[in-house]
């Protein structure tokens, strides 16, 4: 039986709300698992309401009640319905209604008909792999040289990268392209900061083996529906060579925290040790925490073998080497054991989260 699927805003002012769909006559929720601009852009344009903008925080308008009725959803972007996106399947998930997805569209920003994507020429560099020349590329706003905000040169131009369909294989690309080594994760939603001047490249679409970022499926120089508020970065693997990092300024000796590169974005604070303490990790110009949602022993092996401290024996939670500070970056960390890095395993988007310093993760880590 064919069911028709419809869309509902629940009232709330301003006219920007979580959305319900329609299933076997209930009304039920989205889950917010692998929900990104893609998938709201489907949503915005299938209600006639433009184009989707970001959420200014998790639960900005409230939780759903009845069903889940999606998980997992993935859009390619030219869908006409969000029926249409691959997911877990109707009714199929793993969430609660703290996960709810929201959805915020300006209807004063027309959509455009989707767009068929072509593989456009591209001019031959003029310098080696990523000199000065056409199609090079840098990442600007993070740590150092390897994290940041994607921008590539294009006719003289320095510009921006859209982060519709936007992912680890088209970071992968960019990383290799600056001999930063395995791109950890692709962001989205201007994590680095707001670029300026052009958006240059829209709908990305990297195997993840090219050399260049230029050489990738897109929409064509120049061709977005997006504002800088979608701009694209990467975070590579490698951000420098070997050193200590030095306690800052006023620290006490509670805020010394070990780390070497190339895992300078990750430290433990208030252990005994360097192989245990709270976790902390930086991104985009900020130290900020993980939250103990879904974070089990899986995850600390990951980060303790990441960080050459051995075994892992605990994952505490409840904030257990005290509450931390600043942002808390990741939320439902859910890894399977064998990533070579946590910031491979799945997780909310960045900065979507549902709790507070006291929910901090930590571990506990065989000293090697």
């Known amino acids: 039986m064919l069911f028709l699927t419809l869309f509902q805003l629940v009232p709330y002012s301003p006219p920007h709300c979580p959305f319900q769909v329609l299933h076997g006559g209930s009304w039920g929720s989205v889950c917010d698992d692998d929900w990104d601009v893609v998938d709201a852009n489907v949503v915005c344009r299938q209600l006639g309401c433009g184009l989707a903008l970001p959420v200014p925080r998790p639960l900005a308008f409230g939780q759903g009640r009845g069903p889940i009725l999606l998980d997992n959803v993935e859009c ?9 996106c691959s997911s877990r399947g109707w009714g199929v998930h793993n969430c609660f209604h703290y996960e709810d997805v929201a959805v915020l569209c300006d209807e004063f920003l027309p959509t455009q008909p989707p767009t068929r994507r072509v593989l456009t020429s591209r001019a031959p560099p003029t ?9 090079s590329v840098r990442l ?26 936007w992912g680890l294989p088209d970071a992968a690309v960019v990383c290799r392209q600056l001999g930063c080594g395995a791109a950890l994760a692709a962001t989205t939603n201007a994590f680095f900061g707001y670029g300026t001047g052009h958006i240059l490249l829209d709908n990305v ?3 993840g083996g090219e050399p260049r970022l230029a050489v990738c499926l897109s929409l064509g120089w120049g061709v977005h529906n997006c504002g800088h508020h979608e701009d694209a970065g990467a975070l590579c693997a ?3 060579h070997p050193t200590l990092t030095a306690p800052p300024l006023l620290a006490t000796r509670a805020d010394w925290a070990w780390h070497t590169e190339p895992e ?20 985009g110009q900020r130290w900020g925490t993980i939250c103990d949602d879904a974070w089990d022993l899986r995850a600390a092996g990951v980060l303790c073998r990441q960080l050459g ?13 005290g509450p931390g500070r600043g942002p808390i970056l990741l939320d439902n960390v859910k890894c399977r054991g064998d990533e070579g890095a946590l910031l491979l395993c799945s997780h909310i988007r960045w900065d979507a989260h549902n709790c507070d310093h006291s929910e901090d993760a930590s571990v506990l880590c065989q000293p090697a």
């Open 76 to 84: 390619r972007g030219q869908e006409a319905a969000l029926s249409e």
């Open 127 to 135: 310098t080696p792999q990523n000199g000065k020349g056409e199609g």
């Open 140 to 165: 600007v706003g993070g740590a150092g040289p390897c994290q940041g905000r994607v921008e590539i040169l294009h006719g003289g131009l320095w510009g921006t990268v859209c982060d519709d369909d």
């Open 205 to 207: 679409h990297c195997e």
């Open 238 to 240: 490698v951000l420098g």
């Open 264 to 283: 300078g974005h990750l430290r433990l604070v208030n252990g005994a040790h360097r192989c245990e303490g709270r976790v902390e990790l930086f991104l």
């Open 309 to 321: 401290c051995g075994q892992a024996l605990a994952a505490p939670g409840e904030a257990h080497f």
